[in-house]
């Protein structure tokens, strides 16, 4: 009787986890691989795409004492079963032919991307693994963020899913996430996985086996059950594996081959890229309306990494005048925010706080029209995304039968703003102008404080030094060599298209 409630429960919870017209179809445009089945968007994905979303400016270099190769190495299946044996598991770590493949997949097409997610993992599996604990759920669940974003937590899926764990709105929504246009708990990795988690116990409720909480986790419980129906009655999801949709048969398999390689990494000649993000942290409560630009400037913290702490706050702006909201920072910082915070809150107050105004009576859920004008490259999925709604809605209110929309093209949307309304000059804020200051140039690393956050136009005037790029280099870790000059300013100043820069490389450093 308990699991039949559950299951009425949850069948109405997570059947938003694909969207409503392809619930138990194939996703179009993923690739198919032989004998795996589909892979996620997040293992199809140009490594090269993915870091313009990521936060490549902030890698820097690979483990010294690490042994790195573009050639795989092969090993035998005992090898392979051995290894995954020895594993701490709950969750059955099952070898096959089909996970032979899933890890052939890691380890030789993905090996490239399978770097850049070590060094991540560094950042994020801790926080996982302490909401995991939380819940006493197994740890190793915290491989299926591999699967599902490639630890990318602003990755947007092409039909709308996001943040670590590849929620969908609806599906996020009922798991108690906020989402408007102005906060997005599914980017947040404490938030989110804490949904997820909750998902995972109801899930094992109505299943009692782990691999089949991780297929509905993919396709939902609807289809899980479909599946069993079609079986016979079978409970095993290899058992069930044929009469499951094509995406969700490589789901697990692709879960155990993850667990895999973020284990065995080195064994295969796959060494972790670095990355420079604090791994020390902590929060603040903040208490009114902040603009994440009045933080940056008075620590003197890059607001791009800030912006990676706090991935939630869409429009950068953290209202805390609605209700209590949580602030990360480097653990550093969080002293200097505390003995500072009321010039914090009133610095450059009215320039970058004035053209926003606050929703009647302080509620944190407001319904605006507003207009969007369709900018070059952008589609429903990636809109509905920016403004907290579905690409079914946008499609709905404007007459639109596809996800495709031309450049220019004006809809008309009907968001939740959060409880602060769109500003009408919705421009970039300019960075505080200071007067100019004699700098002595250095190419010595120093332990300057992190650089400041705005773009800043440079004049004809100012003067440059030069910096010749040495291997792990990146324009961040180059930026905070030089106090005033953040990297997005060195990109400015150097022409640069992208933020990839290569050793030997001259780059031009405005010191006044």
């Avoid at 004492?65 to 099952?94: A, G, Q, W, Y």
């Avoid at 909480?213 to 609807?222: E, H, M």
Wanted: a positive charge; hydrophobic letters at 35%; proline letters at 5%.
């Amino acid at each position: 009787m308990k699991k039949m409630y559950y299951m009425t429960v949850i069948l109405g919870l997570t059947v938003s986890l694909l969207p409503q017209e392809s619930q138990g179809e194939v996703l179009p445009k993923d690739t198919l691989w032989e004998d795996i089945g589909l892979i996620p968007e997040s293992l199809d994905a140009n490594v090269d795409s993915l870091l313009r979303t990521w936060h490549v400016q902030y890698f820097s270099k690979t483990d010294a004492f690490c042994h790195d190769e573009d050639e795989n190495v092969r090993f035998s299946d005992e090898v392979f079963k051995e290894r995954l044996e020895r594993l701490p598991h709950i969750i059955p770590m099952t070898y096959n032919a089909l996970v032979r493949k899933s890890i052939d997949l890691y380890t030789d097409r993905r090996r490239n991307l399978v770097r850049y997610m070590l060094g991540m993992a560094d950042f994020y599996f801790p926080v996982i693994e302490q909401v995991l604990e939380e819940y006493n759920l197994p740890l190793e669940l915290k491989y299926l963020v591999v699967v599902e974003s490639a630890l990318n937590p602003v990755a947007v899926s092409r039909v709308g899913a996001c943040g670590l764990w590849q929620f969908m709105l609806p599906t996020g929504k009922n798991y108690g996430m906020e989402i408007n246009s102005l906060v997005d708990d599914r980017r947040d990795p404490v938030k989110s996985t804490h949904a997820a988690c909750r998902y995972f116990m109801d899930m094992y409720n109505i299943y009692g086996d782990w691999h089949l909480v991780i297929a509905s986790y993919n396709c939902g419980p609807g289809n899980v059950n479909k599946a069993i129906r079609r079986s016979g009655g079978k409970r095993d999801f290899w058992k069930i594996y044929p009469y499951l949709p094509r995406e969700t048969r490589s789901y697990v398999p692709l879960f155990i081959a993850a667990s895999y390689v973020m284990n065995y990494y080195c064994d295969h000649n796959i060494c972790p890229i670095q990355t420079n993000l604090p791994l020390a942290t902590d929060t603040v409560m903040i208490s009114k309306m902040l603009h994440l630009h009045q933080v940056a400037e008075m620590l003197q913290i890059d607001v791009e990494l800030l912006r990676i702490l706090n991935p939630q706050y869409r429009r950068d702006i953290v209202p805390g005048h609605s209700k209590p909201s949580v602030l990360k920072l480097p653990a550093v910082a969080t002293y200097s925010f505390v003995d500072k915070e009321d010039t914090i809150y009133a610095h450059r107050m009215n320039d970058l706080l004035a053209d926003y105004r606050s929703a009647a009576n302080g509620t944190s859920s407001t319904r605006e029209q507003i207009t969007h004008v369709v900018q070059s490259g952008e589609n429903i999925v990636r809109i509905a995304d920016k403004y907290g709604v579905t690409a079914q809605e946008i499609r709905r209110w404007n007459g639109l039968k596809s996800n495709n929309i031309a450049a220019g093209k004006r809809l008309r949307l009907n968001v939740d703003n959060g409880g602060i309304a769109f500003a009408q000059n919705t421009k970039q804020p300019k960075a505080e102008t200071k007067p100019a200051k004699t700098t002595t140039a250095t190419t010595t690393t120093t332990a300057a404080a992190s650089t400041a956050s705005q773009p800043q136009a440079l004049s004809s005037s100012e003067r440059y030094v030069t910096y010749k790029v040495k291997s792990g280099d990146s324009l961040y870790s180059i930026s905070r060599k030089y106090p005033g000059v953040s990297a997005t300013v060195l990109q400015k100043a150097n022409n640069l298209s992208t933020t990839n820069i290569k050793p030997g490389q001259i780059l031009k450093i405005p010191v006044g």
